[in-house]
């Protein structure tokens, strides 16, 4: 699991990798809004954009490792 400022991230629930990624993104149509997944580093299987760097943690961590 990899550490994020205090906040676990699980390994990626498809190819098992480690090496995890907090991709964010600035809206510069609503005003700065900056957006954030988490993606695999190895495979790119990735979450949807968030508005909350949280929101896209819990939904990351959420997911169950496929047998």
Known sequence: MKRKKGI???????CGNEKIHDLWMEDNFKAFVVHHKIQCGNCGISTMFYTKKEQA??????????Q
Do not use: D, V
């Not at 676990?8 to 498809?14: E, S």
């Not at 943690?57 to 496929?66: D, L």
């Open 57 to 66: 943690i819990s939904a990351w961590n959420r997911r169950e490792r496929e």
């Open 8 to 14: 676990t991230l699980k390994p990626c629930p498809f």
